[in-house]
């Protein structure tokens, strides 16, 4: 009995001695690119949450910086934060920031540099979009208008509609243009949720031009 056991288990040894000789090179290869990958994405990992938690980290010393005024210390920091951690989230937040000391302070051409980045360079449409808005406003007042309306027509996306055309009647009407700028402050006001705050300003916009977008809007319902 044992000796039949023996030749059995002897058996499987040798079984296995010919699979390992045939396919071991491959099992041994496959675990090694298994277990490497899995090092590769964990590392992954946490060098994302090292690159995250160090741009959070110079965001923050932005937002101090820029609470403060000091917006030398505020343009170093975004100059760091862009060129070691461009497309996190941070970096388009921070230039956002950094444009508002910026102009606070009068420095509407580093403001207006720092959005561009932005609108350029986030990793986020929504961050690039609000880039735009702010940098056609920027541009309106410097009388770049055919500059701002550049940025106008890139900034068109989900969400942001209303925004852009109360933009655009701005843009219309820093050229004179005030039919169309009424056309464009129409647009936005539909666009905008009745909810927002914000369209009480394209109301009163809308009001010094002798319109209302109520008495508009039924005028068209009723003509459906």
Known sequence: ????????????????????????????????????????????QNWQARQAAQASAMADELERAAQAG???????????????Y?????????????????????????????????????????????????????????????????????AMGQGFDGLVADRRGDLLMAQGKTTEAGAAYQTAWKALDPGLEYRRLVDAKLASLGLDPEATAATTGSAK
């Open 86 to 154: 461009p497309r996190t989230v941070f970096a388009a937040q921070a230039g956002l920031q950094a444009a508002r000391a910026q102009l606070d302070k009068g420095q509407a051409d580093a403001a207006r540099d720092t959005l561009r980045w932005v609108a350029d360079s986030a990793s986020a449409d929504e961050y690039r979009a609000i880039a735009r808005l702010h940098l056609a406003g920027l541009l309106i007042d410097q009388k770049q208008y055919d500059a701002a309306a550049q940025q106008l027509d890139a």
């Open 1 to 44: 009995m044992a000796t039949h056991l023996d030749f059995e288990e002897q058996e499987q040894i040798d079984r296995l001695k010919a699979f390992w000789k045939q396919y071991g090179n491959l099992v041994t290869w496959t675990v090694i690119l298994v277990l490497g990958a899995f090092a590769a994405w964990t590392g992954w």
């Open 70 to 84: 000091d917006t030398d210390r505020v343009a170093k920091v975004f100059n760091d934060l862009k060129a070691t």
